[in-house]
């Protein structure tokens, strides 16, 4: 048995994910502020055995120790393991750099993962 949190014996361990899934995102690695990314999968989702709600959750998060998700929509997944997303970035957003994360989810449990794509975020255009 195992467990992890504040009167855990256990030191939390950083991973690192790595998959064949990818993410194509348009307009490219750099955005400006009060834009929008748009995120199509190379690579599916798993489909679900049941009818249960799939998703993906796509968030963009600062980077560093405390992760902060500045921006997240959760697209449906289709029954062959399809989806698309527009995430917009708002004009309020910092420049800076930031990691969009997806994964695929049924519930609330993570099913599989994407590769995680640096993104940074420019002045308004």
Known sequence: CSWTGPSSPYPSVQIQVTTFRRLQVLPGSTVPAGSDLRIS???LCPTPARADPYFA?????????HPLVVAGTN???NASGNWSA???????????RYVLDVSCMVHEAYVAYYQ???VTVSRPS
């Open 75 to 77: 697209p449906g997944i």
């Open 41 to 43: 999968p190379v690579g």
């Open 57 to 65: 959750e796509v968030v963009l998060e600062q980077t560093g120790p």
């Open 116 to 118: 995680p794509v640096p």
């Open 86 to 96: 527009t995430l917009p970035v708002s004009a309020g957003t910092p420049r800076g």
